[in-house]
């Protein structure tokens, strides 16, 4: 067998998952293992190493069948030097040449990428976009991440950094958002802003069924805000419809900018099903031009957790030639 099996991994601050994935994209065996981040920079690319030898042995296979590692890393990165510039829930990681590094412990070629990037490259390849030649997707959950496929390839930009939806902005003068500017979409609009949204409302007077747990500091997310409004709480209802709306809005101006052929959403508050998704469509109607039929379709996710996975394998395959 020559190298055609590739392993793609994604890097989190709780969780390490990886994979060994067929040439079509196919993920077929799967380990998920504690980051155990706060043991630094060495002692995760450590775990990351055994991991790619379990799962190797998983498969049956010897590492000279593997094309090589993708890993899908959170943060700021260069792809093309290799380098993680700085992942927040990773405590230590500062200009960390991942790919020089893991690579020598390994003994494998690693191919670097953006987890969001990864992320959207595997729905195209074997998720709700394998039948398309552009894709643009969103993940909705702390913030909002974004990966953009045109003609079959990831678009990085030409800073490495191209898809930052999240960080649109949508309202001017708007939320501020941790990354210095105001009025970012993913302040609007990911899981995390809707319960936060509820929140502020319910404290600034707005009544609500969910009024109790806002002042008893209670935890609770977007699940429950949509729950609450299709209990028939109004407030709730009206959070949960100005998230759709934003999001929405968030898909024209990708269209006009990208005209993809789809548009993916991925992420917890994909989890909603088609009560995110029909609404989204409904503003998406109402919201865009009418005066060429170049409307991308709306569709949900369809790979869940292991998108990262298999986007960062297929990533590994592409960036080294296979
Ligand atoms: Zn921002």
Redesign the pocket.
Known sequence: MTASYAVGIDLGGTNIKGGVCTPDGQLRFRRSIDTQAAGGVAHVLGRMAELVDDLVRDAQLTKTELAGVGVGAPGPMSHAAGVVHNAPNLPGWVNVPLREQFSAMIGLPVVLENDANAAAFGEYVAGAGREVHSLVMLTLGTGIGGGIVLAGKLWRGHFDNAGEI??LVTVPDGRA?????RG?L??YASASAVAERLCEAVRAGESSTLKAKVLANEAFDARHVLAAADAGDALAARIWDETCQYLALGIVNLRHLLNPELVVLAGGLSNAGPRLLEPVKAHFERLSWKIAPDAPRIALATLGENAGMIGAAALARAGLGF
């Open positions: 999240g960080h958002c941790p990354c210095g500017q970012c993913e302040r």
